[in-house]
């Protein structure tokens, strides 16, 4: 038995201890909170704490249809999140959360006991101050551990005097890593249920809250198996302080996880689009001193979702059996080709290669010895490629590689909202993952070919006051520019008779397009070169030489579909816009965008005839495929098709009263031919993309296009598209389905 004496000093030591203890703990807790032992956050910072949000990237209706992220984080209200994940993460993470001022007793007893190792003692107002303001910044040491935890004590009891319980679980779960990149509840609902955090089932809320013990480990779609164990886990946690009953907790132990997965690196739709538009926004946001990818800011843009998703996959139908009959007609010979000659042009893949970082790294390694480098370039590596049946896992060299990728086909797709300029839909190519050139934007120049031919058109009916019913002699002219004569021909050969307009149009005859180019006098390409400017086409972009007439220029599809947007909105140019406004994180409007330019470019009557005489080209003219087989649209639809010299771009234009559409395929580099007369024109290469798109558009009436006729000008005179009595050459009724003659 001990004597009385030791067991008073050894309760007076103790309370010595406890007492002297406690005024330690204070006395640091109170040094900490005045930022002596590392800065701490100031009132503003508690009040207004920061953290990187998503900026989200919104369509024309207000939905979400992209981000911009370093963290994919969206801030979600309280009454956005289901019940049940509140029940179930207080239930595993901090269950006397509702009873504590920030600090639970017992956990901080084991934090200071295990030198700031406190095995998930922490509550969730700490969690959340080092979600705030020290997840990043690590302890490297003990001493460094205590220190930062009693920094989180401190800012944990500020939250908890400031906000409310329900503020203060609701920022948590805002803040909290899901995986790689998703932060917060709203983008880990998304990206592994395709839900809103509304709408969570209970099983569901279990599997996300248990991934916040180890994301990667409880992951439901890399470790199944361990994300079953952990939901269970947090179900019995639920049941246990009385959030599940027993008979609920069985029945939902029993449930298998069903995961709806949206990845998160490629959220979203129009991935092509998406970048441009940080690019785009990149000198913005640097004048504004706005970070694009921490602000969460609100950017909302012109595209409508429906008509995107109907446009991609357009894409995707189209593209795959454009490819078999490429790959079929080729064989295993070469598509890369001399224009004139035919000839396959030598050292093509070996150029190619040369280009590439690889090459360039080999290079510094084994000195300026191409032949060496190739041959090591032929080696079999283990590498991933495209395939339209799914990413291929195979055993190929960089140098068949190269020769594999300059063979896929691309395609780039816009649609243009005409009397608005709002840019609908944005098909940049393929497959964004494994080709990112985008081939709708400013840059993504090709030559164009017929598709030019209606600004010719346009300007001579402007200029010369002529009508569709004009007419031609259907023969080979001469130019003489620059000391040199050109004298366009057919592709068939083919001449003679008299033409009007409107046939020559819809047979895309290179003849009388040459006619009325000369019709505009000596000075023809300049004035055609001026009215192209007036509808958004870059002149220096355009050579001032006749052969422009027959599309001879390099111009992209938003060019493109920018000038042919005058024709269907009476004559008035608007400049294409994507973007409307910008809006920070608390709704405030930073700028708006929506002031587009605009021109009257032609009166509403010569507009009105250039689009009749472009529904003339679908109505049995060299679009005409659009009206039967597998596509069958019906209604006004207007178009021109484009084929380029050698094959190597095609070109569709579709126009219906509300919508123009610019669609271009080929392979990305030039000099890769497209074989054959029937494959290789704009009427198969392109058209069909636009064709499915048009049809998903108009079956939706929610979209708002229509395929009713053009209104018509007040006093407009009929007659002047009555072309029945004039001359119409060799056959009165131009043939359908046949290949364009001049293209």
């Given at each position: ?9 050894f ?13 330690a ?8 909170s ?24 919104l369509?024309d209706?207000?939905t ?22 509140f ?23 084991r934090?200071?006991?295990a ?5 998930g ?10 979600n705030?303001?020290?997840?990043l ?10 220190m ?19 503020e ?11 995986s ?5 509840i ?16 209970i ?11 180890a ?12 994300s ?12 246990k302080?009385n ?6 907790l ?7 996880i ?17 970048f ?10 640097k ?12 950017i ?9 998703q ?8 189209h ?24 000839a396959?042009i ?6 190619a ?12 390694e ?21 395939s339209w049946?799914g ?10 590689s ?9 395609a780039?797709?816009?649609a ?23 081939h709708?934007n ?9 598709t030019f ?5 346009a300007?001579a009916?402007?200029i ?11 023969e ?12 366009p021909?057919n592709?068939d ?11 020559g ?17 000596d ?16 002149a ?20 493109m579909?920018?000038a ?18 910008i ?17 009257q ?7 009105y ?11 049995g ?12 649209v019906?209604g006004?639809i ?5 084929t ?5 771009d095609?070109?569709f234009?579709?126009l219906?009263k ?28 392109s ?6 798109f ?6 939706d ?23 029945s ?5 060799d ?11 001049g293209?």
């Open positions: 038995m001990a004597a009385p004496g030791f067991k008073f000093t309760i007076k030591r103790f309370w010595q201890l406890l007492i002297g203890g406690t005024i703990v204070l006395l640091v807790f109170i040094l900490v005045f930022g002596l032992f590392g800065e701490m956050p100031d009132v503003e910072d508690l009040e207004n704490p920061k953290n990187a949000l998503s900026s989200e990237i369509g209706d207000g979400l249809i992209g981000s911009f992220y370093l963290e994919n984080r969206i801030n979600t209200a309280h009454k956005d999140i289901a019940p049940c994940v029940n179930a993460l207080e239930a595993t993470e901090d269950v006397r959360f509702r009873g504590h001022s920030g600090i639970d007793i017992r956990g901080t007893i934090a200071v006991v030198l700031g190792q406190d095995g003692a922490s509550t969730l107002t700490q969690q959340l101050s080092e705030l303001f020290y997840r910044q690590k302890p490297s040491s003990k001493i460094g551990m205590v930062q935890k009693f920094k989180e004590w401190v800012i944990a009891v500020e939250l908890e005097r400031r906000y409310t319980k329900n203060i679980i609701t920022m948590y779960l805002n803040t909290v890593p899901f790689g990149i998703s932060f917060g709203e983008s880990a609902s998304k990206e592994f249920f395709n839900k809103k955090p509304k709408d969570l089932k099983e569901e809320a279990a599997v996300l809250i248990g991934m916040l013990k994301n990667h480990r409880y992951n439901p779609k890399f470790n199944p198996d361990k079953l164990s952990r939901r269970n886990t947090v179900l019995e946690q639920m049941n302080y959030f599940l009953t027993d008979d609920s069985e029945l939902l132990k029993a449930k298998p069903k995961i709806n997965y949206r990845s998160a690196e490629m959220d979203g739709m129009a991935q092509y689009f998406k441009y538009l940080g690019e785009y926004l990149k000198p913005w946001c004048k504004k001193g706005i970070d694009l990818y921490r602000s969460g800011l609100k909302y843009t012109t595209l409508n979702p429906k008509l995107q109907y446009a991609e996959k357009a894409v995707q139908q593209m795959p059996e454009l490819q078999s009959q490429f790959t079929k007609s080729w064989g295993k010979e070469k598509p890369w080709r001399y224009v004139t000659t035919r396959v030598p050292g093509f893949i070996e150029s290669l040369k280009r590439t970082e690889r090459y360039k790294g080999l290079a510094e084994m000195g300026d010895d191409s032949a060496k480098i190739i041959q090591e370039l032929k080696k079999p590596i283990k590498m991933t490629v495209f049946h990413d291929v896992d195979t055993m190929m060299s960089p140098y068949d190269m020769a594999y990728i300059k063979k896929v086909l691309m780039g797709f816009i243009v909202q005409p009397e608005s300029g709002h840019v609908k839909a944005w098909v940049g190519g393929i497959n964004h993952k494994h080709f990112k050139y985008d709708v400013r840059r993504a120049r090709r030559q164009v070919g017929s031919k209606p600004i010719v058109y300007t009916i402007d010369n006051q002529m009508t569709p019913c004009t007419e031609f002699p259907r080979r002219t001469t130019f003489f520019s620059g000391g040199q004569e050109w004298s021909r592709a050969g083919k001449s003679g008779g008299v033409w009007t307009m409107s046939r149009l819809a047979q895309s005859d290179n003849l009388i397009t040459a006619q009325v180019m000369k019709s505009l006098g000075d023809a390409p300049d004035i055609v070169v001026k009215f192209a400017e007036r509808v958004g086409i870059e220096n972009r355009i050579p001032k030489v006749p052969s422009i007439c027959l599309g001879t220029m390099e111009l992209s599809p938003f060019e579909a920018s042919y947007s005058a024709f269907a909105n009476n004559g008035l140019w608007v400049e294409p816009t994507f973007l409307l406004r809006e920070d994180k608390n709704g405030n409007i930073l700028e708006d965008f929506n002031h587009p330019k605009t021109d470019v032609l009166s509403a009557e010569k507009a005839m250039m689009f009749r005489m472009l529904e003339n080209v679908v109505n003219g060299t679009g005409s495929r659009i009206r039967g087989g597998k596509y069958a019906e006004h207007a178009g021109k098709t484009g380029t010299q050698g094959s190597a095609g070109w234009m579709g219906t509300n919508l123009v559409c610019a669609t271009w395929v080929g392979a990305d580099d030039p000099t890769v031919r497209i074989r054959g007369t029937l494959i290789g024109q704009g009427a198969n290469m058209l069909p993309i636009f064709a499915y048009i049809k998903a558009a108009l079956d009436k929610s979209t708002g296009i229509s395929s009713d006729a053009l209104d018509m000008p007040d006093g407009f005179d009929l007659g002047l598209l009555d072309c009595k004039r001359a119409m050459g056959d009165r009724r131009p043939p359908a389905n046949i290949p364009g003659l293209e």
